[in-house]
């Protein structure tokens, strides 16, 4: 009688445990939102602006953690290889996701199959930029000296292959100019340099720059958007004298391939949440981020076409990395 009932129990928990009785509701600890990127860069900025409110509306909490390193690849490949279970997230921005695949032999993911697209947030234009007392106040001011002395006038970026070394890629064609690409391990080394005059110009994203811009620490000089940005409206457009030089960074929340459908419907409805509170919403605005909303299925197929895009314009530039 003893080992019937001890079976009893046996499979009794075993039952319980099958119809999920007794899994905890999600999510039962923190959550991780890994950055690819350095610290202050264009998702840094977001992520640490809307981490409150995503962790309230989970009900819970949500960490950002910046992992940099080969362009973003090294954070992406951790979010690829991590548990499917929606604790680890991955908050990126096009030029890891869909310039990476291009740019590397070999960038340790595949940013189709590999992720499930949550929730696009926003997208924000880059900024060509150099120090107050600069000669270089315009646009046109730095293509006449190009022009005048070719291969002499360098431009910083946030690194090879990045979406602001490809924008100086595309104004040297379309121009028929000349400038020196020198890269940085992200946009605020990039900046500093630029800021103390070792390097004359950069191309930094509007989010990563406008602090600058509005205390009258750099100077603005043309935006790589079709449109000027609503957040300095003051500022020409590259397309305005170049048409086809247009680069926009675009900002979206991934999870790895295999997490419960139900947990990403949690994620995206408290994304929802975030995204429709007024005070995100002007906060993320006031960085110079164009909140246009893009359902996840055209998340993935935005995704697609720009992974087409970017590889004919880093065939283009000739940039390759191992």
């Given at each position: 009688?003893?080992?019937v009932v001890i079976q009893f129990g046996f499979?009794?928990?075993?039952?319980?445990?099958?119809?999920?009785?007794?899994?905890?509701?999600?999510?039962?600890?923190p959550v991780s939102m890994v950055v690819p990127q350095a610290a202050g860069g264009t998702n840094d900025i977001v992520a640490r602006l809307i981490a409150p409110a995503f962790g309230e509306a989970l009900d819970g909490s949500v960490?950002?953690?910046?992992?940099?390193?080969?362009?973003?690849n090294i954070g992406t490949q951790g979010v690829a290889r991590s548990a499917k279970d929606g604790y680890t997230l991955l908050l990126t921005i096009n030029s890891a996701q869909a310039i990476n695949p291009s740019l590397y032999k070999n960038p340790g993911f595949d940013p189709v199959n590999?992720?499930?697209?949550?929730?696009?947030?926003?997208?924000?234009?880059?900024?060509?930029?150099?120090?107050?007392?600069?000669?270089?106040?315009?646009?046109?001011?730095?293509?006449?000296?190009?022009?005048?002395?070719?291969?002499?006038l360098s431009y910083a970026s946030a690194g090879n292959g990045t979406i602001s070394h490809l924008l100086g890629a595309m104004l040297n064609t379309s121009a028929g100019i000349e400038m020196q690409h020198i890269p940085y391990k992200g946009v605020a080394p990039a900046i500093n340099d630029v800021l103390g005059g070792q390097v004359p110009l950069a191309f930094a994203s509007l989010p990563s720059a406008l602090n600058y811009i509005k205390a009258g620490k750099l100077q603005a000089l043309a935006i790589s958007s079709a449109k000027r940005s609503s957040a300095a409206p003051e500022i020409p457009t590259i397309a305005e004298t170049y048409p086809d030089c247009v680069g926009e960074v675009w900002v979206a929340l991934f999870a790895p391939a295999g997490v419960?459908?139900?947990?990403?419907?949690?994620?995206?409805?408290?994304m929802s949440k975030v995204m429709s509170r007024a005070d995100v919403r002007e906060?993320?605005?006031?960085?110079?981020?164009?909140?246009?909303?893009?359902?996840?299925?055209?998340?993935?197929?935005?995704?697609?076409?720009?992974?087409?895009?970017?590889?004919?314009?880093?065939k283009a530039s000739g940039a390759q990395l191992d």
């Amino acid at each position: 009688m003893k080992k019937v009932v001890i079976q009893f129990g046996f499979f009794l928990i075993a039952g319980c445990a099958s119809m999920g009785l007794f899994a905890q509701p999600y999510p039962s600890k923190p959550v991780s939102m890994v950055v690819p990127q350095a610290a202050g860069g264009t998702n840094d900025i977001v992520a640490r602006l809307i981490a409150p409110a995503f962790g309230e509306a989970l009900d819970g909490s949500v960490v950002v953690e910046n992992k940099p390193g080969a362009g973003g690849n090294i954070g992406t490949q951790g979010v690829a290889r991590s548990a499917k279970d929606g604790y680890t997230l991955l908050l990126t921005i096009n030029s890891a996701q869909a310039i990476n695949p291009s740019l590397y032999k070999n960038p340790g993911f595949d940013p189709v199959n590999d992720f499930i697209p949550l929730y696009y947030i926003g997208a924000t234009p880059y900024v060509l930029v150099s120090p107050p007392g600069s000669p270089y106040k315009t646009l046109a001011d730095v293509i006449a000296a190009a022009k005048k002395r070719p291969g002499e006038l360098s431009y910083a970026s946030a690194g090879n292959g990045t979406i602001s070394h490809l924008l100086g890629a595309m104004l040297n064609t379309s121009a028929g100019i000349e400038m020196q690409h020198i890269p940085y391990k992200g946009v605020a080394p990039a900046i500093n340099d630029v800021l103390g005059g070792q390097v004359p110009l950069a191309f930094a994203s509007l989010p990563s720059a406008l602090n600058y811009i509005k205390a009258g620490k750099l100077q603005a000089l043309a935006i790589s958007s079709a449109k000027r940005s609503s957040a300095a409206p003051e500022i020409p457009t590259i397309a305005e004298t170049y048409p086809d030089c247009v680069g926009e960074v675009w900002v979206a929340l991934f999870a790895p391939a295999g997490v419960n459908s139900e947990v990403v419907k949690k994620i995206q409805a408290a994304m929802s949440k975030v995204m429709s509170r007024a005070d995100v919403r002007e906060k993320l605005s006031a960085q110079g981020l164009e909140l246009n909303p893009v359902p996840p299925a055209k998340l993935g197929a935005l995704l697609k076409e720009e992974l087409v895009k970017w590889a004919k314009i880093v065939k283009a530039s000739g940039a390759q990395l191992d």
